[in-house]
Protein backbone atom coordinates (compact mmCIF):
# COMPACT_ATOMS: atom_id res chain seq x y z
CA UNK A 1 0.00 0.00 0.00
CA UNK A 2 1.28 3.25 -0.86
CA UNK A 3 0.25 6.61 0.52
CA UNK A 4 0.66 9.70 -0.83
CA UNK A 5 -0.42 13.47 0.96
CA UNK A 6 -1.79 15.96 -1.44
CA UNK A 7 -0.87 19.57 0.17
CA UNK A 8 -3.76 21.81 -1.29
CA UNK A 9 -3.54 25.83 -0.62
CA UNK A 10 0.06 26.77 -0.40
CA UNK A 11 1.19 30.43 -0.01
CA UNK A 12 4.31 31.02 -1.01
CA UNK A 13 6.45 32.75 1.75
CA UNK A 14 3.53 32.63 4.24
CA UNK A 15 3.01 28.39 4.46
CA UNK A 16 6.46 27.74 3.51
CA UNK A 17 7.24 26.64 7.08
CA UNK A 18 4.32 24.77 7.78
CA UNK A 19 4.50 22.94 4.13
CA UNK A 20 7.81 22.09 5.26
CA UNK A 21 6.33 20.37 8.09
CA UNK A 22 3.76 18.66 6.77
CA UNK A 23 6.61 17.46 4.19
CA UNK A 24 8.75 15.97 7.02
CA UNK A 25 5.48 14.36 8.84
CA UNK A 26 4.52 12.60 5.87
CA UNK A 27 7.69 11.07 5.38
CA UNK A 28 8.52 10.60 9.41
CA UNK A 29 4.98 8.85 9.80
CA UNK A 30 5.60 5.98 6.77
CA UNK A 31 3.93 8.23 3.70
CA UNK A 32 5.55 7.98 0.44
CA UNK A 33 5.32 11.03 -1.34
CA UNK A 34 4.06 14.75 -0.60
CA UNK A 35 1.99 16.47 -3.29
CA UNK A 36 1.73 19.86 -3.90
CA UNK A 37 -0.35 22.09 -6.39
CA UNK A 38 1.78 24.60 -6.59
CA UNK A 39 5.01 24.68 -7.39
CA UNK A 40 7.64 25.52 -4.62
CA UNK A 41 11.23 24.86 -5.99
CA UNK A 42 12.84 26.19 -2.35
CA UNK A 43 10.19 23.71 -0.27
CA UNK A 44 10.45 20.92 -2.48
CA UNK A 45 14.56 21.04 -1.85
CA UNK A 46 14.36 21.51 1.54
CA UNK A 47 12.48 18.35 2.53
CA UNK A 48 14.26 16.33 -0.49
CA UNK A 49 17.55 17.61 1.17
CA UNK A 50 16.79 16.13 4.39
CA UNK A 51 15.77 13.00 3.13
CA UNK A 52 18.58 12.47 1.05
CA UNK A 53 20.71 12.59 5.09
CA UNK A 54 18.23 10.82 6.62
CA UNK A 55 17.11 7.97 4.06
CA UNK A 56 14.05 6.35 2.63
CA UNK A 57 12.51 6.66 -0.40
CA UNK A 58 10.45 9.81 0.22
CA UNK A 59 9.44 12.20 -2.69
CA UNK A 60 8.21 15.47 -3.28
CA UNK A 61 6.07 16.40 -6.52
CA UNK A 62 3.97 18.94 -8.30
CA UNK A 63 0.61 18.83 -9.97
CA UNK A 64 -1.02 21.26 -12.37
CA UNK A 65 -4.78 20.12 -11.92
CA UNK A 66 -5.00 18.68 -8.96
CA UNK A 67 -8.57 17.45 -9.22
CA UNK A 68 -7.64 16.00 -12.31
CA UNK A 69 -4.85 13.56 -10.23
CA UNK A 70 -8.07 13.40 -8.01
CA UNK A 71 -9.97 11.51 -10.57
CA UNK A 72 -7.62 9.77 -11.77
CA UNK A 73 -6.34 8.62 -8.04
CA UNK A 74 -6.17 4.55 -8.35
CA UNK A 75 -7.19 4.37 -4.45
CA UNK A 76 -9.03 5.35 -1.92
CA UNK A 77 -9.15 9.63 -0.97
CA UNK A 78 -9.20 10.48 2.38
CA UNK A 79 -9.77 13.92 3.08
CA UNK A 80 -8.88 15.36 7.04
CA UNK A 81 -11.14 17.81 7.60
CA UNK A 82 -12.67 19.10 11.10
CA UNK A 83 -16.11 18.85 9.87
CA UNK A 84 -15.76 15.01 8.85
CA UNK A 85 -16.64 11.19 10.43
CA UNK A 86 -14.30 10.80 13.76
CA UNK A 87 -11.18 8.90 12.77
CA UNK A 88 -11.92 6.72 15.43
CA UNK A 89 -15.55 5.97 13.76
CA UNK A 90 -13.61 4.55 10.13
CA UNK A 91 -10.33 3.72 10.73
CA UNK A 92 -10.82 0.13 11.25
CA UNK A 93 -12.71 -0.02 7.31
CA UNK A 94 -10.18 1.86 6.55
CA UNK A 95 -7.15 0.44 7.31
CA UNK A 96 -8.28 -3.52 6.06
CA UNK A 97 -8.42 -2.24 2.35
CA UNK A 98 -4.93 -2.72 1.12
CA UNK A 99 -5.79 0.00 -1.68
CA UNK A 100 -3.28 2.89 -1.69
CA UNK A 101 -4.42 6.23 -0.22
CA UNK A 102 -3.95 9.69 -0.92
CA UNK A 103 -4.82 11.87 2.41
CA UNK A 104 -5.71 15.43 1.33
CA UNK A 105 -5.37 18.32 3.91
CA UNK A 106 -6.24 22.29 3.01
CA UNK A 107 -3.86 25.46 4.33
CA UNK A 108 -6.68 28.01 4.30
CA UNK A 109 -10.04 27.11 3.35
CA UNK A 110 -10.66 23.97 0.58
CA UNK A 111 -12.47 24.74 -2.31
CA UNK A 112 -16.08 22.95 -1.26
CA UNK A 113 -16.61 20.78 -4.19
CA UNK A 114 -13.33 18.41 -2.62
CA UNK A 115 -16.17 17.23 0.13
CA UNK A 116 -17.21 15.85 -3.28
CA UNK A 117 -14.29 14.39 -5.14
CA UNK A 118 -13.32 12.24 -2.14
CA UNK A 119 -14.38 8.83 -0.34
CA UNK A 120 -13.71 9.97 3.00
CA UNK A 121 -14.27 13.45 4.78
CA UNK A 122 -12.42 12.12 8.50
CA UNK A 123 -12.17 14.22 11.82
CA UNK A 124 -9.00 14.30 14.04
CA UNK A 125 -11.93 15.66 16.42
CA UNK A 126 -14.15 18.25 15.72
CA UNK A 127 -12.13 20.78 16.39
CA UNK A 128 -10.14 23.58 14.52
CA UNK A 129 -6.38 22.89 14.56
CA UNK A 130 -3.57 22.01 12.41
CA UNK A 131 -2.96 20.00 9.18
CA UNK A 132 0.25 19.08 10.51
CA UNK A 133 -1.49 17.52 13.71
CA UNK A 134 -3.95 15.94 11.53
CA UNK A 135 -1.86 14.52 9.15
CA UNK A 136 0.32 12.71 11.97
CA UNK A 137 -2.68 11.43 13.86
CA UNK A 138 -4.08 9.63 10.90
CA UNK A 139 -1.13 8.42 9.58
CA UNK A 140 -0.16 6.95 13.53
CA UNK A 141 -4.03 5.67 13.48
CA UNK A 142 -2.88 4.54 9.92
CA UNK A 143 -0.35 2.55 10.95
CA UNK A 144 -0.80 1.45 14.45
CA UNK A 145 1.86 3.30 15.66
CA UNK A 146 4.20 1.13 13.74
CA UNK A 147 5.71 3.55 11.28
CA UNK A 148 8.09 5.29 14.44
CA UNK A 149 10.10 1.93 14.50
CA UNK A 150 10.77 2.11 10.85
CA UNK A 151 14.35 1.65 9.65
CA UNK A 152 15.25 4.35 7.04
CA UNK A 153 19.01 3.56 6.58
CA UNK A 154 19.91 6.90 5.92
CA UNK A 155 23.81 8.29 5.60
CA UNK A 156 22.58 9.68 9.49
CA UNK A 157 21.51 7.80 11.89
CA UNK A 158 20.05 8.40 15.74
CA UNK A 159 21.53 6.11 18.80
CA UNK A 160 18.93 6.95 21.01
CA UNK A 161 20.14 7.98 24.71
CA UNK A 162 18.57 9.21 27.66
CA UNK A 163 20.62 12.29 27.93
CA UNK A 164 22.64 14.02 24.98
CA UNK A 165 23.03 13.28 21.42
CA UNK A 166 24.67 10.53 19.39
CA UNK A 167 24.75 10.59 15.40
CA UNK A 168 26.38 8.13 13.54
CA UNK A 169 27.07 8.71 9.64
CA UNK A 170 27.88 6.51 7.34
N1 LIG B 1 -11.04 27.00 8.51
C1 LIG B 1 -10.36 26.04 7.71
C2 LIG B 1 -11.35 25.15 7.01
O1 LIG B 1 -12.45 25.54 6.81
O2 LIG B 1 -10.98 24.03 6.60
C3 LIG B 1 -9.39 25.29 8.60
C4 LIG B 1 -8.06 25.28 8.00
S1 LIG B 1 -6.89 24.43 9.01
C5 LIG B 1 -5.81 25.65 9.56
C6 LIG B 1 -5.91 23.66 7.78
C7 LIG B 1 -6.17 22.21 7.56
O3 LIG B 1 -5.96 21.50 8.77
C8 LIG B 1 -7.56 21.82 7.15
O4 LIG B 1 -7.78 22.03 5.78
C9 LIG B 1 -7.59 20.33 7.51
O5 LIG B 1 -7.02 19.53 6.50
C10 LIG B 1 -6.71 20.30 8.76
N2 LIG B 1 -7.48 20.24 10.00
C11 LIG B 1 -7.61 21.20 10.93
N3 LIG B 1 -8.38 20.79 11.96
C12 LIG B 1 -8.72 19.52 11.68
C13 LIG B 1 -9.49 18.52 12.35
N4 LIG B 1 -10.08 18.76 13.53
N5 LIG B 1 -9.63 17.32 11.77
C14 LIG B 1 -9.06 17.05 10.57
N6 LIG B 1 -8.32 17.94 9.90
C15 LIG B 1 -8.15 19.15 10.43
Known amino acids: MKVKVLRLGHRYSRDR ?3 THVGLVARAFGADELLM ?45 MYGINVDDCIGKIKSSRKDKLIIIGGQKVPSDLYELVDHNIAIGSQPHS ?17 LGRKFNGRKEIIPQERGKKVIEK
Open 37 to 81: DVEDKQLGESITGIAQEWGGEFRVSFINNWKKFLREFDGEKIHLT
Open 17 to 19: RIS
Open 131 to 147: EVAALSIFLDRLFDGKE
